[in-house]
């Protein structure tokens, strides 16, 4: 095993952009042993994911730094650093950031490799320029099991 597998340096990973929020895929690919996919979100002031639910996946969501508005089933609120929520399979939730400023959170999705393909695709959607192409969002959501229980927002 290479030493790349075993340590990131701070900003290390494969770094994707959503308009202005950012990624960055610090563990990720099915692994020995097993692991989940480890996702460093920096998102921008005014990012939401709106409210969506995955069938067969588990989220959890750490928040690092700033603040966020977080939902999972019939609990939501505002939550700051070292807060922590788990999303079970099958369970409405969303992050947004409420701020001013930049915020971050560890997005943690098991089982591994079930989404990373998903926010490469994401990317190269938002990567064009215009309004925010709902329908290929629409369609990408219903191929990586997300199904949005919200409106999609330009922000």
Same mark, same amino acid.
């Given at each position: 095993?290479?030493?790349?597998?075993?340590?990131?340096?701070?900003?290390?990973?494969?770094?994707?952009?959503?308009?202005?929020?950012?990624?960055?895929?610090?563990?990720?690919?099915?692994?020995?042993?097993?692991?989940?996919?480890?996702?460093?979100?920096?998102?921008?002031?005014?990012?939401?994911?709106?409210?969506?639910?995955?069938?067969?996946?588990?989220?959890?969501?750490?928040?690092?730094?700033?603040?966020?508005? $977080?939902?999972?089933?019939?609990? +939501?609120?505002?939550?700051?650093?070292?807060?922590? !929520?788990? %999303?079970? #399979?099958? /369970? &409405?939730?969303?992050?947004?950031?409420?701020?001013?400023?930049?915020?971050?959170?560890?997005?943690?999705?098991?089982?591994?490799?079930?989404?990373?393909?998903?926010?490469?695709?994401?990317?190269?959607?938002?990567?064009?320029?215009?309004? $925010?192409?709902?329908?290929?969002? +629409?369609?990408?959501?219903?191929?990586?099991?997300? !199904?949005? %229980?919200? #409106?999609? /927002? &330009?922000?």
């Amino acid at each position: 095993m290479s030493i790349e597998q075993l340590y990131l340096p701070p900003g290390g990973g494969e770094t994707l952009s959503l308009r202005g929020t950012e990624l960055v895929l610090k563990a990720t690919g099915e692994r020995e042993g097993g692991g989940p996919t480890v996702i460093e979100f920096i998102a921008a002031p005014g990012f939401s994911t709106g409210d969506h639910v995955h069938s067969k996946i588990e989220e959890i969501l750490y928040v690092v730094d700033g603040e966020f508005n $977080l939902r999972s089933g019939e609990w +939501a609120g505002r939550a700051g650093p070292g807060s922590f !929520v788990r %999303v079970p #399979p099958r /369970t &409405a939730h969303g992050f947004g950031n409420p701020g001013s400023a930049p915020a971050t959170l560890l997005l943690i999705i098991s089982p591994a490799s079930a989404r990373e393909e998903y926010f490469r695709e994401l990317a190269a959607i938002l990567a064009k320029p215009g309004p $925010l192409d709902t329908a290929a969002i +629409a369609d990408l959501r219903q191929r990586y099991d997300e !199904v949005q %229980v919200s #409106p999609l /927002t &330009a922000s």
